[in-house]
């Protein structure tokens, strides 16, 4: 699964990377986001061609659900059940986002306290995560935009720490995923696979990285 990650990189610098449109989002650096909470997203707009960088809660709420509680259970979809899953079939087909993110976090199984890392990219930059987003509309008529991060089987490298992780689609593929061309199941089937291990670096983290209230750089000081 994936439950905690970094967005750290300036709104700004994700407009200009993402090549979106959306200006009026502002948010803080965050190392240490936990579910629940807003995060970055991009989606792409059929109606005027664009991609927006917004903020959506996550947890996914399927538009059929009578209960938002169900969000907890729905911070990550698993690749290989997107289309047998009701509560994902729908998004996957036309409701499909980007997650950027700096680095994620795994705690490795054994001896408490568990032993946590940092998960980032080999070669710098940002992770593009693979996301699936929707509307929900409350009882008092308001709207909740909610998304998931769809993981898939670790790779080597992080097979030691967990046996999931975030799909990550590479910018080649980011049209394709958003939507901007048309996708058949199959082509975006493949794009759910891991990385290869040489493209992500675990590192072993300090115990911060444990608490949302301690968020900051120190979280991001190795330890091993």
């Not at 199984?109 to 699936?132: D, E, H, M, T, V």
């Not at 058949?184 to 115990?207: M, R």
């Amino acid at each position: 699964m994936c439950g905690r990650f970094a967005c750290v990189t300036a709104p700004e610098a994700l407009q200009r990377l993402f090549e979106t449109t959306t200006d009026r989002r502002t948010f803080p650096p965050r190392w240490n986001i936990a579910p629940s909470q807003d995060i970055a997203v991009v989606r792409f707009n059929p109606e005027n061609g664009q991609r927006a960088l917004d903020l959506l809660r996550w947890g996914l709420i399927p538009h059929w659900a009578k209960d938002p509680g169900i969000a907890a259970k729905l911070i990550n979809a698993r690749a290989e059940t997107l289309l047998e899953k009701p509560s994902f079939r729908q998004a996957f087909q036309r409701r499909r986002c980007l997650i950027p993110a700096d680095h994620f976090y795994e705690w490795a199984p054994g001896a408490k306290p568990r032993q946590p890392y940092l998960i980032k990219p080999s070669a710098g930059g940002l992770f593009s995560f693979a996301g699936l987003w929707e509307n929900w509309r409350a009882a008092d008529g308001t709207w909740l935009r909610t998304v998931t991060i769809i993981t898939t089987t670790a790779n080597a490298a992080m097979a030691a720490v967990h046996d999931r992780m975030p799909v990550i689609i590479p910018p080649g593929f980011w049209p394709l995923w958003l939507g901007e061309a048309p996708a058949a199941p199959a082509d975006l089937a493949a794009l759910l696979q891991p990385p290869p291990a040489e493209a992500i670096t675990l590192v072993a983290v300090g115990p911060a990285v444990n608490s949302v209230a301690r968020e900051g750089p120190e979280v991001a000081v190795a330890l091993a």
